[in-house]
Each structure stands twice: as structure tokens, then as C-alpha cells.
């Protein structure tokens, strides 16, 4: 007899919600009873953010799905656009914490008259930023620290598409926290980053920038994170940036 075939359903559901989605998903195949329970309303809000319903009600398009697992893989695998279009939201799957893309236009890029803002079938957003002549690049991005998951390590990744890979390689980079003022520095990593760009699964490249741990909850701060690249002009002619990515690693 199976022992699962005792416990109440709801029972079962409260057990997995308390678990992560990937062993929520794996436990399906341990009996029907918890195969029935996974599919649980229940079990699925418990993954999602807290303030999910006011993430979605920003999307600029309108999100359908009938159950909250369908909205939980959703935002896994297709990345909504909020706050009018300017950053992109999605879940890590594994674990559904947050993850957050600033798109180009929102960044601070040094010498923008080396730039064109053009449309790309293959973006998330209505642009991406194109480097037209050659020269020294200085690429800015901020998000609110309140906006990110909260005791989780996150790296920040430039999003680009370059025809040489190791374009950006001779690269600097700068992670720090910053108050509301700009005056005060919580944490600062400052690296070359000596690293090969990465192709990613959206067709895009991306190059980690730095890491850092995403803690206190009631801080107002930003975080901030730079690139820096005058070592290879030659390198980057033809780069495109799509934006910033921060991500749970």
C-alpha cells in the first residue's frame, strides 16, 4: 500500500510549498497522491515573489495562465517587460528568485553621439544600443537593491552581441551599493575581468561584470555596476547592448 495514499491532499501540498520548485517538480513521480498535489495552486504561490500580482500588473502586455505553475514557468522561460517597457522581469527557475534586465536605453553610456538606438527582432526591448565608430566605452547601470531577492548572491551580466567574443575581454568592471544620495560606498568589487563573453540561450552574449550578495531588505539603495573597455578599440567595432542583467547565481 502506498503510505502517501493516507495523507490529505492539502497536506501533501503544504509539505511540497515549503520545499523549491525543482524538488516540488522531481516529487510528482513518487506516488499520484503527490503527483496530484504538485499541481497545487497552493504549492505554486508559495514560489512565486511575494509582490507577483503587482509585477504582473505592470507587464505592458497582458499575462493569461490558468494556474499559478503556469505563471510560475511563464516568468521562467519568457521574461515580461514592466515599469513602460524599460527593464524586463523573469524567475530563476530553479529556485524563483528574481531576476531583473535594465534595457539600453535606460543605462548610462559614455560618448552617446557614438551610438544609435535601433530596433532588433532578436530584443526583448523596443531598442538596443549600437556602437558606430570605434573608441573607448564606459557602460553604467543601476537597479533599487529592494527590487532584487533578498539572501541571494547575484551577478550583473552585460548583454551584448559582438562578432569577436573576446572583444570585451581587456574589460574593467565596478560593483558597488550606493545610497540615495550617491555619496557612500556599502560594498565595492573592482576587477578586470579577463573573461571570454558566453553565448546565451536568447541568441545574445553575455560577460559577468561582478557579483554580490543581495541582503537587507530594508535598503533603499542601488546598486551599481560599471564597464569599462579602452585597452581594445579595434575589438568592438559592431557591438550591440541589449542591457544589464542581474541574476541570481
Request: charged content about 30%; glycine content about 6%.
Amino acid at each position: 500500500m502506498d503510505p502517501f495514499a493516507r495523507l490529505p491532499e492539502g497536506c501533501i501540498s503544504e509539505i511540497l510549498s515549503f520545499t523549491s520548485p525543482l524538488d516540488a517538480s522531481r516529487s510528482s513521480i513518487v506516488s499520484k497522491e503527490f503527483e496530484s498535489a504538485v499541481e497545487s495552486d497552493a504549492v505554486w504561490e508559495r514560489f512565486l515573489p511575494s509582490e507577483y500580482q503587482e509585477i504582473v500588473s505592470e507587464s505592458i502586455s497582458p499575462l493569461k495562465y490558468a494556474t499559478k505553475k503556469e505563471l510560475y514557468f511563464h516568468l521562467c522561460h519568457s521574461p515580461i517587460l514592466v515599469d513602460g517597457g524599460k527593464m524586463s522581469f523573469s524567475l530563476h527557475k530553479r529556485d524563483g528568485k528574481k531576476c531583473f534586465m535594465v534595457g539600453a536605453r535606460q543605462l548610462q553610456i559614455s560618448w552617446k553621439g557614438c551610438w544609435d538606438f535601433i530596433p532588433h527582432t532578436n530584443s526583448r526591448f523596443a531598442e538596443v544600443a549600437r556602437l558606430r565608430s570605434v573608441g573607448w566605452i564606459h557602460i553604467q547601470g543601476r537597479i533599487k537593491a529592494r527590487l532584487l531577492s533578498k539572501n541571494a548572491h547575484y551577478a550583473a551580466y552585460l548583454v551584448f552581441w559582438l562578432e569577436k567574443m573576446d572583444g570585451l575581454k581587456s574589460s574593467s568592471t565596478v560593483v558597488r551599493f550606493i545610497d540615495d544620495e550617491n555619496t557612500r560606498s556599502e560594498h565595492k568589487e573592482c576587477r578586470e575581468t579577463g573573461k571570454m563573453a558566453k553565448m546565451r540561450d536568447d541568441g545574445w552574449m553575455e560577460i559577468e561584470m561582478g557579483k554580490f550578495y543581495s541582503k537587507n531588505e530594508d535598503y533603499d539603495g542601488e546598486v551599481e555596476v560599471w564597464l569599462i573597455e579602452i585597452n581594445n578599440p579595434h575589438g568592438k567595432f559592431g557591438l550591440m547592448v541589449e542591457g544589464i542583467e542581474f541574476r541570481p547565481i
